[in-house]
């Protein structure tokens, strides 16, 4: 069932099956590991921290809030090269039929290499982070890559993207249209699609970047081990068309098999196309229609990934679609934390799901059903995933600087 703090910010509460199987079988640690060898190989790869933000916890009641910083992941400002780099490797060694001993950081980058493939195109379609990604994937390893954005894309993330040489190319549409174009036109040109969603026949690369995705996890563990934290009892996630959601809930249902954690998706109010997928309850994934008009340009997608949604449907608690200003809010608490806690970069999608959790531990009253079927209190540790950093400095700036999406005043905070 469904409940609604404001007009704009609603739940659906589930008992999930708890069908760990597609989870086990795609996010299991040995796949983690497979995944974070190669990633250990590339130059500019160092762990991201997992920042307590213990003031803010003992704010809201619980035991520890945890951000996992992917602002911090390489030169990108997002984790979304650790999905795409990946994928690219996976794709390579599987057309050169080698092994992981073979395949190494160090021969994809060999001239023996690049004479064995040639030159080749990879493209995708893109909101920002992942055509950055694959634009700084393929440029590193010698080939040519074109992505495809939407007609809202800022400037900003379009020349981030043009900065690693790759040709952009702006479809008249939403991100499912440029999904839909940049398919057709690989088709057509022989171009090798690296995209983070799947459709029918597509599947084996989208499942190799979400499987790079668990790099970060497999670091987030190792944190949490050393904190002497066994495991978070929350995970909130945002999600677009459900990749990142899909890594994050089934490494750790994969992992904590017999005693998981509670997982929430959150989503923007005008994109929430796996928040439909629930509501329709048959299953099956579910599409949204129109703009997808929201400052959360990751997570600006109507069209779920079915591999994604095989995992979340037997394992998520909750899922949540809010207004744009419930993510403004979360950049704004991790950019002036409270003393003693540190500070964070966090943009428009990266901050969501920590904006959604303040929100419900404010309204408290309004949210106590959600609280309660989440059993969330004083023993809760929570872990959020800063997926990405200022990807859109003027927009960032907007927000923070000059109070862009503000809070309705009756959700203002009173303590």
């Known amino acids: 069932m469904s409940r609604i703090l404001s007009p704009d910010f609603s739940w659906i509460l589930r008992n999930p099956s708890h069908e760990i199987w597609h989870a086990d079988n795609l996010f299991n640690v040995e796949t983690a590991r ?3 060898h190669f990633h250990r190989q590339l130059p500019s790869f160092r762990q991201t921290p997992l920042c307590s933000l213990s003031e803010l916890a003992q704010m809201l009641g619980v035991e520890g809030i945890y951000v996992k910083d992917e602002s ?32 190494t950081y160090k021969f994809l980058i060999s001239k023996e290499c690049h004479d064995m493939t040639g030159t080749l195109t990879f493209a995708s379609a893109t909101d920002g982070n992942h055509g950055k990604g694959i634009a700084w994937a393929s440029r590193m390893l010698g080939h040519k890559c074109n992505i495809y954005v939407h007609k809202e894309t800022s400037q900003a993330r379009i020349d981030a993207i043009r900065m690693f040489g790759a040709n952009v190319t702006v479809v008249d549409g939403n991100y499912d249209d440029a999904v839909r174009q940049v398919a057709e036109d690989a088709r057509d ?33 190792e944190q949490f081990a050393g904190m002497g934290i066994e ?30 954690p509670k997982f929430v998706v959150v989503e923007p109010d005008k994109a929430a196309c796996l928040y439909l997928s629930a509501e329709v309850g048959d299953g099956q994934p579910h599409n949204v229609t129109g703009d997808l008009d929201t400052i959360m340009a990751g997570l600006a997608c109507g069209e779920p990934s079915g591999i994604a949604w095989d995992v979340l449907w037997p394992l998520v608690d909750a899922f949540i679609k809010v ?31 920590l904006g959604a959790f303040y929100s419900m531990m404010n309204e408290k009253e309004a949210c106590g059903e959600l609280i309660k079927h989440l059993g969330i209190d004083s023993n809760s540790r929570i872990l959020f995933i800063n997926s990405e950093g200022n990807t859109d400095p003027v927009h960032f700036r907007q927000i923070l600087w000059d109070g862009c999406d503000q809070v309705p005043q009756d959700y203002w905070t009173e303590r």
């Open 72 to 103: 911090q992941r390489l030169e990108l400002n997002s984790f979304k090269a650790m999905g795409g780099s990946f994928a690219i490797f996976r794709y390579l060694q599987k057309r050169l039929g080698l092994s992981d001993e073979e395949m």
């Open 34 to 36: 497979k995944a974070r």
């Open 231 to 260: 495991r978070p009892t929350h995970i909130f996630v945002q999600a677009g068309v459900g990749a990142l959601a899909a890594s994050v809930i089934g490494f750790y249902a994969s992992l904590f098999k017999n005693d998981l």
């Open 189 to 221: 040109n022989g171009w090798i699609i690296i995209s983070d969603t799947s459709w029918a026949g597509y599947t084996e690369v989208p499942t190799w970047i979400m499987q790079g995705y668990t790099t970060m996890l497999l670091e987030a563990q």
């Open 323 to 353: 207004p744009d200003y419930i993510a403004a809010r979360g950049m704004r608490i991790l950019a002036t934390p409270l003393k003693g806690d540190p500070f964070v970069i966090s943009g428009e999608s990266g901050a969501v799901g």
